[in-house]
């Protein structure tokens, strides 16, 4: 699979990322994107417990119109080390394209960190929702049973402010995780066509120009013929029904598949794509009611084989590998070391 946007993390920040794992060195560490590289931007020391110097440590790092990642340590450690918060800023006085960047990126430097260190994840535009209080209310609500995700509470609002639930041309917002750009009316009848089970998969673009997701393609496919549905040129959204035989039963399963051909498209185009994608499946599950059992990412039409769809759909459960452990020498002493060379030349060989 693909970087989102090719954006790496920076050799000097990979060696702070180590030690900040391995160690209690660093209590906040800043990153932002310069030249199409994750680095360090700044970093903070420990000097009390976590929550008695977090507002001093990680508001000052907040710049008013420049987006950036804050890693902040807790005290709390799991079986890999420390436990980290990962904070994404993103001011709303904030350009476009930098919203675009960072939120495309996030992925990449969450994986780049390691995912196993971080314990929870917050998203802010306003400094109150990233200080103290703001995470411990993120807290309380993860807490509270059956917590809205921060895509599903964006839906809600979005759903209260305009008094109606369809989707259409005339509105476009911005979400905590992207660019929720609506989708043509075209597209929303094959997507509802879909649902009801009428057609059997749906192809859809983004139209940067007109800031509009439209429809692209709903002919019959095939397992076998989804390769050739997919643009080797060009990133698009697939939603494809995938019928096949499960212990013995016959079932159906919604895929939904992100190609993104490699670097053969512009950096913009993997950014857009990448910002509108969480905002669009989150419209296709929640307001259209179409459930995705499976969301997948590709580089080549190649990987889209029918094994490869149910292996995805029905992960193997591997069982606990036992770790290789080197055979001891034998017991005792083993004599003197024994160097063997070829004779020379005026030795006789033996």
Not at 140 to 149: M, N, R, Y
Not at 286 to 310: A, G, Q, S, V
Request: hydrophobic share 30%.
């Amino acid at each position: 699979m693909s970087h989102q946007t090719g954006i790496r993390a920076g050799n000097e920040l990979r060696d702070i990322f180590a030690s900040a794992k391995t160690g209690d060195q660093y209590r906040a560490i800043k990153v932002i994107i310069e030249n199409e590289q994750m680095i360090l931007g700044e970093h903070r020391k420990a000097s009390k417990k976590w929550d008695q110097e977090y507002d001093s440590l990680v508001l000052p790092l907040l710049e008013d119109e420049n987006p950036s990642y804050i890693l902040y340590r807790l005290d709390s450690t799991n079986n890999q080390g420390y436990e980290w918060i990962f904070l994404t800023w993103s001011p709303d006085s904030a350009h476009v394209r930098s919203k675009m960047l960072y939120a495309a990126t996030r992925a990449t430097l969450k994986s780049e960190f390691g995912g196993g260190h971080i314990k929870d994840e917050l998203f802010g535009t306003t400094k109150e929702e990233l200080n103290l209080c703001g995470y411990k209310k993120y807290l309380v609500s993860q807490a509270a049973p059956l917590p809205l995700t921060a895509a599903e509470e964006e839906l809600r609002q979005i759903k209260l402010n305009e008094g109606q639930t369809d989707i259409g041309v005339d509105t476009k917002h911005q979400t905590l995780q992207g660019v929720a750009f609506p989708i043509h009316q075209d597209a929303v009848a094959a997507l509802k066509s879909f649902r009801d089970k009428t057609i059997n998969y749906v192809q859809l673009e983004v139209d940067a120009q007109n800031e509009l997701i439209r429809l692209c393609s709903t002919e019959p496919t095939k397992v076998k013929e989804l390769p050739k549905r997919i643009p080797d040129d060009t990133p698009r959204y697939h939603i494809f029904n995938f019928k096949h035989s499960h212990e013995g039963d016959n079932l159906e399963s919604t895929v939904f598949i992100y190609s993104m051909p490699g670097y053969k498209c512009s950096i913009k185009d993997r950014m857009l794509y990448s910002s509108c994608k969480i905002p669009f499946v989150d419209m296709v599950e929640n307001t259209l009611k179409i459930e995705i059992e499976k969301k997948l990412e590709i580089d080549t039409p190649d990987e889209l084989t029918e094994e490869f769809l149910y292996a995805e759909v029905h992960p193997k459960q591997h069982a606990h590998k036992i770790a290789f452990q080197k055979p001891h020498g034998p017991c005792g002493r083993r004599g003197r070391r024994r160097i063997t060379r070829p004779p020379g030349p005026d030795e006789e060989e033996v």
